[in-house]
């Protein structure tokens, strides 16, 4: 396949590529440093959630985190591989089983929040807390959460 040149600065200029480079940057950054905690981008997001909402279904973590059931589910299988995570039968429903951590999974979910901070202030390190909130608010914006 032949690469086309782009006239200069149409991808500079597109929303969608500054993101999309940001947030591989990001990514980078966070698995490596996550990697250096024992564990991976993949339970990640899901182990943070639990720490602050524990004891629900996959299904439930799923719908939070806007994950498909099969993704969920397998990162529910990691959690619970590696020690962070339970499950346990719902009092109210014999069908259902409930995701807690276990007192490793808490201990590993409060060593992390200092690893997000420093990949978020590594990605906003050349603006000032000013532009830092303004950024914040427009993507909120952006996405529909602000």
Same mark, same amino acid.
């Given at each position: 396949m032949t690469q086309v040149p782009e006239p200069n600065g149409i991808r500079e200029s597109s929303f969608g590529? &500054? !993101?999309?480079?940001?947030a591989r940057r990001i990514d980078a950054d /966070?698995? #490596? =440093? %996550?990697?250096?905690? $024992?564990?991976? %981008?993949? !339970?990640?997001?899901? %182990?943070m959630f639990l720490s602050a909402k524990d004891g629900i279904t996959q299904r439930e973590i799923?719908?939070? &985190?806007?994950?498909?059931? +099969? +993704?969920?589910? =397998?990162n529910v299988d990691?959690? !619970?591989? #590696?020690?962070?995570? #339970? =499950? =346990?039968?719902?009092p109210k429903s014999r069908r259902t089983t409930l995701i807690f951590l276990t007192p490793k999974g808490r201990k590993k979910a409060a060593e992390l929040p200092k690893v997000i901070w420093a990949s978020n202030e590594k990605s906003l390190a050349r603006l000032s807390a000013n532009e830092r909130n303004q950024v914040m608010h &427009? &993507?909120?914006?952006?996405?529909? /959460? $602000?």
């Open positions: 590529f &500054l !993101i999309q480079t940001l /966070m698995k #490596e =440093r %996550l990697k250096e905690h $024992g564990v991976d %981008l993949k !339970i990640f997001a899901n %182990l799923g719908n939070e &985190l806007n994950f498909p059931d +099969y +993704y969920t589910s =397998r990691a959690l !619970i591989q #590696e020690g962070f995570a #339970e =499950r =346990r039968p719902d &427009l &993507l909120k914006k952006a996405a529909g /959460m $602000g």
